[in-house]
T-cell receptor, first 113, second 113 residues
Framework: LAKTTQPISMDSYEGQEVNITCSHNNIATNDYITWYQQFPSQGPRFIIQGYKTKVTNEVASLFIPADRKSSTLSLPRVSLSDTAVYYCLVVSNYGGSQGNLIFGKGTKLSVKP | DVKVTQSSRYLVKRTGEKVFLECVQDMDHENMFWYRQDPGLGLRLIYFSYDVKMKEKGDIPEGYSVSREKKERFSLILESASTNQTSMYLC????????????FGNGTRLTVT
């Protein structure tokens, strides 16, 4: 199972672009990289997922280099409402399904006015 | 929209009591998960299930058991609650496909006194 490492916390200001990098050195060939966002008193919410290169949706972009040993979540022009904990997760194949999904400790992003 | 409902938002129990935490999902998901979340430790997987009556241990199964008699319902059982099981408990569900995102409930804050 691929273990992930990400910064404990990050600070930013409104309007800036924020990049959060996650290391997953022992990622396996069939593993996916997924990011979740969690606000206080709520369960985590899926943001974005990727396998390689770049993925973009209405919320964020995900950059994955060719060796796939790391990934970077990019949040364009953050606002105060983006203050949350962001989790990087490597989804591993478990008998053809996903299983034993291990979350790391997450990155607490604080956006200031 | 996917809904994962946890039966209680807050629960207070005494040491030694048997505690049931219930989780129901309405999207016909095959996979269901139980996590606990503690400050500084992130989310830790307790048990997961990929089918009715099937269960697999996660990272920290000691002191817990689970039951999945119906596809939509996944119960977490604390056989004899202890104070170190005071925590936020989060249930999640997903389709079986490897790249299917997890959908979380809003959690149950359990206090054992």
């Amino acid at each position: 199972l691929a273990k992930t490492t990400q910064p404990i916390s990050m600070d930013s200001y409104e309007g800036q672009e924020v990049n959060i990098t996650c290391s997953h050195n022992n990622i396996a060939t069939n593993d996916y990289i997924t990011w979740y966002q969690q606000f206080p008193s709520q369960g985590p919410r899926f943001i974005i997922q990727g396998y390689k290169t770049k993925v973009t949706n209405e919320v964020a972009s995900l950059f994955i280099p060719a060796d796939r040993k790391s990934s970077t979540l990019s949040l364009p022009r953050v606002s105060l409402s983006d203050t949350a904990v962001y989790y990087c997760l490597v989804v591993s194949n478990y008998g053809g399904s996903q299983g034993n999904l291990i979350f790391g400790k997450g990155t607490k992003l604080s956006v200031k006015p | 929209d996917v809904k994962v409902t946890q039966s209680s938002r807050y629960l207070v129990k005494r040491t030694g009591e048997k505690v049931f935490l219930e989780c129901v999902q309405d999207m016909d998901h095959e996979n269901m998960f139980w996590y606990r979340q503690d400050p500084g430790l992130g989310l830790r997987l307790i048990y997961f299930s990929y089918d009715v009556k099937m269960k697999e241990k996660g990272d920290i199964p000691e002191g817990y058991s689970v039951s999945r008699e119906k596809k939509e319902r996944f119960s977490l059982i604390l056989e004899s609650a202890s104070t170190n099981q005071t925590s936020m408990y989060l249930c999640a569900s997903s389709f079986v496909q490897l790249n299917s995102p997890l959908h979380f409930g809003n959690g149950t804050r359990l206090t054992v006194t």
